[in-house]
């Protein structure tokens, strides 16, 4: 399938130093895709250059089929390219479906200045602007709140209600930076399901900045991987959870070091240690617990740094297995029957 946004190559220097350098993705249709990476490693001047905000240094970006890079970001909104920012960004003295109806208008063609004249000429609810800002504002559960002053809504539902703004240009990529910054436990995983919603029921592709593997986790479905500017790994999320390739990638995917690290010099020699590696393996069937209901063998994790993802298990543990030899090998043999998990012993006899 031909990529819906490609970029080729792309570089940024300001005075003289490269904040992204050799930057290059593809996304399909359809993608809910992470751009993740440490701050500073230039996630969002990559964002900024896809979107129209500045102009590569060099290299070319390709969206739907046209060329992009060079051109201003209301022509890549009108092309059907919509994002939110870090920090969120309203007109914050209008009102709701005022914010709503400068996105639609700026949609049919006019610029930001033109849109935001024409704002203040309709006040009627018949006005077929007006309706389908009201539709959009209904979905997002903000339609009673649509002619509050924007400033004055809580945090969470300015979010959302950037969200409403950017898909009023009827976008066929949505790009969030940092959509969940600054939000409680609750609010966050409000605007991921929102945002899965997006991608999954309207068909729109997302693509989600953010320096969190968290949010990467529950709602992506493939991953790039930014690291120093570059994009160094890119594929589908537990394609990469099962195999980070790069030290960037084992970095975000295990940060306590991928291999449930642990001084093995404080084991005995007869200690019968082994690391239990899970790539895909089923979550509703916990391993240790399971090993003590049906062979009745009891072990101990000594450190663990797993992940649930869509029901399966990956990441690693350390299991400390009993001092008996033949229930050692028990335990080790029923653990490799597993599918989806690898025994490795990194201590014995």
Do not use: W
């Amino acid at each position: 399938m031909e990529a819906l946004l490609k970029v080729n190559d792309i570089s940024m220097v300001f005075g003289g130093l490269r904040a992204v350098s050799n930057f290059s993705m593809e996304i399909k249709a359809g993608e809910l895709i992470g751009l993740i990476g440490p701050n500073g490693a230039g996630k969002t001047t990559a964002f900024n250059m896809i979107t129209g905000v500045y102009t590569p240094t060099e290299g070319e970006i390709m969206f739907n089929g046209t060329r992009t890079s060079g051109k201003k970001s209301y022509q890549v909104t009108q092309l059907g390219m919509a994002r939110t920012f870090q920090n969120i960004r309203l007109f914050s003295e209008l009102s709701v479906i005022d914010n709503v109806k400068i996105a639609y208008n700026m949609h049919v063609k006019y610029t930001l200045g033109e849109a935001i004249a024409r704002v203040g000429r309709y006040f009627s609810e018949e006005d077929e602007i007006t309706k389908k800002a009201l539709e959009l504002l209904k979905i997002f559960k903000l339609e009673d709140k649509a002619y509050e002053t924007a400033k004055n809504l809580p945090y969470g539902e300015q979010r959302r209600l950037e969200i409403a703004r950017a898909l009023a240009t009827d976008p066929k990529v949505l790009l969030c930076d940092e959509a969940t910054s600054a939000l409680d436990p609750n609010t966050t995983h409000a605007i991921l399901t929102l945002i899965k919603d997006i991608n999954k029921k309207l068909g729109i592709t997302v693509v989600v900045i953010t320096h969190q593997m968290s949010v990467v986790e529950e709602i992506c479905d493939s991953v790039a991987i930014l690291d120093g500017g570059v994009v160094v790994e890119q594929g589908e999320v537990r394609e990469i959870f099962a195999n980070p390739k790069t030290a960037a990638a084992r970095r975000l995917v295990a940060p306590n070091g991928g291999s449930a690290a642990r001084d093995l010099s404080s084991f005995a020699p007869d200690d019968h240690v082994v690391r239990v590696t899970f790539n895909g393996s089923s979550a509703a069937k916990p391993l240790v617990a399971s090993l003590a209901a049906e062979k009745g063998i009891l072990v101990s994790v000594l450190s663990a740094d797993t992940r649930d993802l869509s029901g399966q298990c990956y990441g690693s543990m350390l299991l400390k297995l009993p001092r008996d030899t033949e229930q050692a090998k028990q335990a080790a043999a029923y653990m490799r029957s597993q599918n989806g998990v690898t025994v490795e012993e990194v201590t014995g006899e």
